[in-house]
């Protein structure tokens, strides 16, 4: 490969992924030199870090294409508290069977992402600010369906949050002499399979590709024919789904609905989104990258549990200090490329 190519590949909007795998890399490096005798290295550490954090890839996923279309939503902390708490509420205090109530949560995500949508594309409002009454709507309505902790107690959910896919490869030995082979929950499987499907929308769709578009420069993708209302509706009408889709699987962990519960998860998700490449100013992201962020996060958690001496407050301060880190290095990137063209 000679210099030229190098430069253009690395001069492309790669080179911000790569920072952040690299990133990621060199941190589980790290654990696995520190925290060695804390079975850090173990396949079903790894796989926790994604049991755990099913929820935030999620999440995450629809927040990087609200960014990507230039936008941002600050109310899905507040959709996962919600969704946890009626899925409680239907299941527990009104008897909903489990699928119905689950059905009944993702059309309210969906419906809810709709509103947004339509107040952010067609009537010109500003997202931060739609999203932010968004985000006190849910919060409060999450207060009046209860202030106490709903525990859910319906056998068909706790059976899907309880189950274990056991994988075939990957197995330890225990102090007994027995055989351990990792495991996963459906979580992992919904985020993953979600994961995957905003990726290939994102890479191989019209819609996708108008995403990209609009966040790059709205009057450009004017003139290339995309209606930029109806594909900003659309992003915040799927970010919705995601978001209550997150919900669910943020419940399978938890089983339970309470009204702080999420709370700071919106900022989770912008960090993550942020961390793997995506720019605040839109036109640029990858869901690749945002699982990445996910990952980082989740290693920062890992960290701080095998330490065992260190507040759980850490994980927000280096959590913040990454996100500083790459707006800075987001803002740098921009400027060199900027006097590229020039």
């Known amino acids: 490969m000679n210099l030229g190519s190098l430069k253009r590949r690395f001069g492309g909007n790669t080179f911000l992924l790569s920072v952040t795998i690299a990133m990621f890399m060199l941190m589980y490096l790290f654990g696995l030199v520190i925290y060695s005798d804390q079975n850090f290295g173990t396949m079903q550490t790894f796989l926790n870090m994604l049991i755990d954090n099913a929820g935030l890839i999620i999440a995450a996923g629809g927040m990087t294409l609200v960014l990507v279309a230039g936008g941002i939503d600050i109310s899905i902390g507040s959709v996962v508290g919600l969704v946890c ?25 969906t419906f809810f992402g709709f ?7 067609y009537l010109k409002l500003q997202p931060f600010i739609v999203t932010l009454a968004g985000m006190f709507f849910c919060r409060g309505l999450t207060a009046m369906i209860s202030v106490e902790q709903i525990a859910i107690m319906n056998p068909t959910f706790l059976a899907m949050a309880q189950k ?8 330890t030995m225990n102090k007994r002499g027995k055989l351990l082979f990792p495991f996963i929950h459906p979580n992992v499987v919904i985020a993953i399979v979600a994961l995957f499907a905003i990726w290939y929308v994102c890479k191989y769709t019209r819609f996708g590709r108008a995403l990209f578009a609009v966040g790059g420069n709205e009057q450009s993708a004017l003139l290339m024919g995309i209606n930029v209302r109806r594909t900003k509706l659309r992003a915040y009408v799927l970010n919705g789904f995601l978001a209550s889709l997150a919900g669910f699987v943020f419940c399978l962990n938890t089983s339970a609905g309470f009204v702080e519960q999420a709370r700071g998860f919106e900022m989770e998700a912008i960090a993550s989104a942020v961390i793997g490449g995506t720019l605040l100013t839109g036109g640029v992201g990858t869901v690749v990258g945002t699982f990445f962020g996910v990952l980082i996060k989740a290693t920062i958690e890992t960290f701080i549990r095998c330490d065992g001496t260190l507040s759980s407050w850490w994980n927000k301060i280096v959590l913040s200090i990454l996100l500083c880190f790459f707006i800075v290095l987001q803002s740098l990137f921009a400027i060199w490329k900027a006097k590229k063209k020039s």
């Open 85 to 109: 708490m009626m899925l409680a509420w239907l299941m527990e205090k009104q008897g909903v069977p489990a699928w119905t109530s689950i059905a009944l949560v993702l059309a309210f995500g």
């Open 115 to 121: 509103i947004q949508g339509f107040l952010i594309a």
């Open 164 to 171: 274990n896919i056991y994988l075939p490869f990957g197995a």
